[in-house]
């Protein structure tokens, strides 16, 4: 080691004596809603508080609340799941440190640090690309996203489809080549290199008649329910479409496209390629996996009801959509982010086991599961909350409508018991 050597790591040590405190924080926005208070309190004057999403931040304005004045709240995203960070981190060590894109954004700066810091954290997790953000766009994007584009609506569109080639005598295995493959196979190769666009002008005559009579038949019904969850998440009145509302209330083309676009074809489609879609859903945060469950089935059954009874009928194509759809900016937008994607494409190995297990059964135990999760499945009041195995429609004593649940993890049904404890003992008594 060089005399210059020593000298820049003696000198850089000491710095890191006298700079401030960063208290980094990539827990689930639920651990963090819960333990707010706590964390604020331990937090020194002119430190940083580093998150990894804006989900604290929206919980704090639903009560009126901020963070405290004193510190700096800084915030690096990275567009993926966990495991996905993780797996192209370690791909990419040996390859200039590729990682996945990030966004960034500083919320508070006491002392002027701020940007370098976030700035080094991201290059520091191997983001090829950070882009810019704000913390309360953020967390709307963020969670918008899981419940529409990048988990409800892929999960929901693969249900619909199977069910109907399945419905129409194409074998499971055919069906599933041509549903989960197909998505994750040769059309998320080619957005993610080429962008979305290019997956249209690759079709024949033939495949692009058969494209434009689905999207002219399910861009309204599905526009309907993305409005819902745009308004669900965010409480903003009009709509247009999703890009355009996106667009208007501050989101970056950056920030649509990658945390939608890009986040679905390079972080959660391999995890669908490699174990189906219950596996890309079960390696996302509670958030995520939760709002999944609530609004998949919503596509699956409008997608059913309406998109392709409009297909079935012949319904004459609106063109103007079409149109809009081939000439709309955002495909000079997506054409960039090839140039700015990870390195190497992330893998998933058929034997992964990634999974944080939301229910484990040993003997009659349930392990592994938190009681906050099922405090949020009890209390969330909505009747597709769960994509089921089957179902049954009944009247409870009260003459509430209600469906009987079948889920593919529950053996005994144990769960029943526990989301309607008060019920069962008043119907006992």
């Known amino acids: 080691m060089t005399e210059f050597m020593e000298r820049r790591i003696k000198d850089i040590l000491q710095r890191g004596r006298k700079a401030k405190e960063i208290q980094l924080s990539a827990s689930e926005g639920q651990i963090e809603a819960d333990n707010h208070e706590k964390v604020l309190s331990h937090m020194k004057p002119n430190s940083i508080l580093g998150l990894s999403h804006g989900f604290l931040l929206g919980h704090l304005q639903s009560m009126g609340l901020d963070f405290p004045k004193n510190m700096s709240v800084i915030a690096v995203c990275p567009k993926g799941m966990g495991p996905s960070v993780r797996r192209l981190y370690v791909q990419g060590k040996e390859i200039n440190g590729a990682g996945i894109n990030s966004s960034f954004g500083v919320h508070q700066d006491v002392d002027g640090r701020a940007i370098d810091v976030v700035l ?14 704000a913390l309360e766009q953020e967390y709307k994007s963020d969670i918008f996203s899981e419940r529409g584009i990048l988990l409800g609506a892929v999960h929901g569109i693969v249900e619909t489809l199977f069910r109907r080639y399945t419905e129409n005598g194409m074998s499971e295995d055919l069906a599933y080549k041509n549903t989960v493959e197909c998505i994750t196979g040769n059309i998320r190769k080619t957005i ?3 962008g979305m666009l290019a997956v249209y002008n690759s079709l024949s005559e033939d495949g692009k008649r058969e494209f434009e009579a689905a999207y002219g038949a399910s861009y309204y019904p599905t526009m309907d329910i993305l409005y819902e969850c745009y308004e669900d998440v965010a409480s903003y009145s009009e709509i247009r479409s999703v890009i355009e509302v996106l667009r208007k209330k501050g989101h970056s083309y950056s920030e649509i496209i990658n945390e939608r676009v890009i986040e679905v074809v390079d972080s959660l489609n391999p995890f669908i390629h490699a174990r189906g879609v219950s596996f890309m859903v079960d390696n996302c945060s509670t958030t995520a996996w939760l709002g999944s469950r609530k609004w998949a089935p919503r596509f699956d059954y409008i997608l059913t009801q309406q998109a392709l009874v409009a297909v079935d009928n012949g319904d004459p194509i609106n063109q103007d959509l079409i149109s809009n759809f081939l000439s709309d900016p955002v495909h000079l937008a997506i054409e960039v982010c090839p140039r700015l994607r990870p390195i190497v494409d992330i893998s998933v190995p058929p034997d992964a086991n990634f999974v944080w297990p939301k229910l484990r059964q040993s003997g009659n135990q349930f392990l592994d599961m938190s009681n906050s999760q099922f405090t949020a499945l009890r209390h969330i009041k909505h009747r597709n909350l769960v ?8 009247v409870d004593y009260h003459g509430n409508d209600f469906k009987a649940l079948v889920y593919e993890f529950m053996v005994n049904g144990g769960l029943e018991d526990w989301l309607h404890e008060n019920e069962n003992k ?4």
Request: with cysteine; hydrophobic share 35%.
């Open 120 to 133: 080094g954290w991201s290059v520091a997790l191997g983001s090829p690309f950070t882009f810019a953000t």
């Open 387 to 394: 994509k089921v195995l089957t179902t049954c429609s009944s």
């Open 426 to 429: 008043d119907e006992a008594q």
């Open 192 to 194: 993610s290199t080429q």
